[in-house]
């Protein structure tokens, strides 16, 4: 492969690793938290919604997310068994009961590198136990799956006025020294990583 620009499936297998990286450090034990951001290359990214026990000994059976401001669900993935629907910013899944699993959603997410998006989740089990993931605090009892937003997956971001713009992965894809800015900002502050890969966009 040549230095110049990388081809679009390398692109978003580079954009992938640096997602992940961006998921935080929120223990997987006991919680439901997004487990991982797949960049499609077309604006869209998959979340995966992972829990890893239920209620007790009662599996469970629906899991309902609440998608912030700015995200949209355009597709669910669902486990065998189980069905999904979307309602406004509301995603349901239903099915056979399981004592772990992952779901996903398939969304655009307009929003600014290193900004945190947070999604509430109630997670019911057979028995009629519930759990309600909502709290904002990362470090809280029942905190809500998270996300740091960064350039690989978002569809676009908020100009000066507010409008939604393309981000440059989106718009013409990405190139390597792009991919190590992004990267190299969330080790030093997430927030700073939005300016510098919009200034080499």
Same mark, same amino acid.
């Given at each position: 492969?040549? +230095? ?8 978003? #297998? #580079? ?14 034990? #006991?919680? %439901? ?10 604006? /869209?990214?998959?979340?995966?919604? $992972? ?7 009662? &599996?469970?059976?629906?899991? @309902?997310?609440?998608? &912030?401001?700015?995200?949209? #669900? ?6 065998? $068994?189980?069905?999904?629907? @979307?309602?406004?910013?509301?995603? /349901?899944?239903?099915? !056979?009961?399981?004592?772990? $699993?992952?779901?996903?959603?398939? @969304? ?11 999604? *509430? ?21 029942? &905190? !809500?799956?998270?996300? %740091?937003?960064?350039? =690989?997956?978002? !569809?676009?971001? *908020? ?6 713009? *393309? ?5 013409? $894809? ?7 800015? @992004?990267? +190299? ?6 927030? =700073?990583?939005? !300016? ?6």
């Amino acid at each position: 492969m040549s +230095a110049g620009r990388w081809t679009r499936a390398s692109v978003v #297998a #580079a954009a992938t690793v640096i997602t992940y990286l961006a998921l935080g450090t929120a223990p997987a034990a #006991a919680h %439901v938290e997004v487990a991982g951001a797949q960049p499609n290359g077309d604006g /869209t990214a998959t979340l995966t919604f $992972g829990f890893d026990h239920s209620c007790d000994d009662s &599996p469970t059976t629906e899991m @309902v997310v609440t998608l &912030p401001t700015g995200v949209t #669900a355009t597709a669910t993935v669902t486990p065998g $068994g189980w069905s999904a629907g @979307v309602a406004g910013d509301r995603v /349901t899944f239903t099915g !056979a009961g399981l004592e772990t $699993g992952e779901l996903g959603v398939t @969304v655009r997410i307009v929003a600014r590198p290193g900004d945190t998006l947070h999604f *509430p989740a109630l997670q019911r089990c057979a028995d009629g136990g519930s759990y309600a993931w909502i709290d904002i605090t990362a470090d809280s009892e029942h &905190p !809500a799956p998270r996300l %740091v937003a960064t350039n =690989a997956v978002l !569809a676009a971001h *908020p100009d000066a006025t507010g409008n939604p713009t *393309p981000t440059a992965a989106a718009d013409r $894809g990405a190139t390597l020294p792009q991919a190590l800015a @992004v990267l +190299a900002g969330f080790v030093a502050a997430a927030a =700073a990583a939005g !300016a510098v890969f919009a200034r080499r966009g």
